[in-house]
């Protein structure tokens, strides 16, 4: 009798475990899921806020200017790195350099760099970064000794 009960009792634990091992897994993937959509949706916000600071005459360089940073460095320059860059250049802020960990596959006329490279001074670093922005200006804060600014943050002060 105790032999007829094992097999099933294996084959339900069995079952069960496996149910068990795929929830894990399916819970990990729709937490990066959720991450990603909730990293989207910061973007999206912020360059809506960039298309109305721009419906509303204001540009980003006058933010610079009236801080007084001349030269800057962007750190971040994916798509948002890059349209910070092409607003800046009929400007009077000059972008120096960018940082990227992809730095050498970033095809630019700007110096890029990494992290891990010589940072040169510059007045202020902006992050274009919104998902991570805090473990960044820790990184950098121990790399120069200047402003680290958020982008996220510039376009509402702007």
């Known amino acids: ?5 094992f097999g099933p009792a294996t084959l339900l634990t069995g079952i069960g475990m496996g149910a068990m091992a795929v929830e894990k897994i399916m819970d ?3 937490q990066k ?3 990603m959509s909730d990293k989207h949706l910061s973007l999206f ?3 809506n806020q960039w298309v109305k600071i721009g419906q509303e005459g204001k540009k980003l360089s006058e933010y610079f200017e009236r801080n007084g940073y001349k030269n800057i460095a962007i750190y971040g320059m994916s798509y948002v790195g890059e349209t910070l860059a092409d607003e ?5 802020v000059f972008v120096k350099y960018g ?6 596959r970033i095809n630019t006329e700007m110096n890029m760099i990494t992290l891990e490279d010589n940072l040169q001074e510059v007045d202020a670093v902006v992050v274009t970064s919104i998902t991570f922005f805090d473990e960044i200006a ?3 804060r121990k790399r120069v000794n200047c402003p680290i600014l958020s982008l996220e943050d510039i376009l509402y002060e702007v």
């Open 1 to 5: 009798m105790k032999k007829n009960l």
């Open 28 to 30: 990990k993937k729709v």
């Open 33 to 35: 899921w959720q991450q």
């Open 45 to 47: 916000m912020m360059m």
């Open 88 to 92: 800046l250049k009929n400007s009077r």
């Open 99 to 104: 940082i990227d960990k992809k730095a050498g």
């Open 138 to 140: 820790e990184k950098l």
